[in-house]
T-cell receptor, first 112, second 115 residues
Framework: KNQVEQSPQSLIILEGKNCTLQCNYTVSPFSNLRWYKQDTGRGPVSLTIMTFSENTKSNGRYTATLDADTKQSSLHITASQLSDSASYICVVSSGHRNDMRFGAGTRLTVKP | NAGVTQTPKFQVLKTGQSMTLQCAQDMNHNSMYWYRQDPGMGLRLIYYSASEGTTDKGEVPNGYNVSRLNKREFSLRLESAAPSQTSVYFC??????????????FGPGTRLTVL
């Protein structure tokens, strides 16, 4: 069973609308959680990183939240744009040298 | 400053053929990684190199070998390709392995099909 589960698998929204993507994890111990954006045919690019003590972090129209007690994170996208169409991947790390666990991603499509 | 580059972008092999995927980074990073990405699954680590001169197995190393040629370059070799190795392969690099702020920078990927 994957230690990082993301939902929904895919999502279609209209341009200008908001959306929230979810990430639940069982990785332990916990060091940090990253959200990556992966455009079609490209490699993932980091959006945000949060450590144990951080609850919220923003990067422009992207806001990530973390609840380390319930082991849940969300990525909220405000006023979506066509360029937000991509896969969003949640990655949880224990801090050890090779221990990063990747979720399968949420495929977001923003339609005009 | 190109970041992480990978060659080739696409490759089709027949079962049993061998090939090497090349990866290079120009960010002076110490650590480099090879992942594979399959539909419906998260990226899975094949091999990594925490620093020049060292390599270690990841989650799915069977059927692969790696070489850390120097600090910049990290290659992945398939000795005898199998259809199960059809996937998209990503190389990544980071300043160091592990730690709280271990951001990995990814290459554009190599799409490999094994017939």
């Amino acid at each position: 069973k994957n230690q990082v589960e993301q939902s929904p698998q895919s999502l279609i929204i209209l341009e200008g609308k908001n959306c929230t993507l979810q990430c639940n994890y069982t990785v332990s111990p916990f060091s940090n959680l990253r959200w990556y954006k992966q455009d079609t045919g490209r490699g993932p690019v980091s959006l945000t990183i949060m450590t144990f003590s951080e609850n919220t972090k923003s990067n422009g129209r992207y806001t990530a939240t973390l609840d380390a007690d319930t082991k849940q994170s969300s990525l909220h996208i405000t006023a979506s744009q066509l360029s937000d169409s991509a896969s969003y991947i949640c990655v949880v790390s224990s801090g050890h040298r090779n221990d990063m666990r990747f979720g399968a991603g949420t495929r977001l499509t923003v339609k005009p | 400053n190109a970041g992480v580059t990978q060659t080739p972008k696409f490759q089709v092999l027949k079962t049993g053929q061998s090939m090497t995927l090349q990866c290079a980074q120009d960010m002076n990073h110490n650590s480099m990684y090879w992942y594979r990405q399959d539909p419906g699954m998260g990226l899975r680590l094949i091999y990594y190199s925490a620093s020049e001169g060292t390599t270690d197995k990841g989650e799915v190393p069977n059927g692969y070998n790696v070489s850390r040629l120097n600090k910049r370059e990290f290659s992945l070799r398939l000795e005898s390709a199998a259809p199960s190795q059809t996937s998209v392969y990503f190389c990544a690099s980071s300043d160091r392995a592990g730690g709280s702020y271990n951001e990995q920078f990814f290459g554009p990927g190599t799409r490999l099909t094994v017939l």
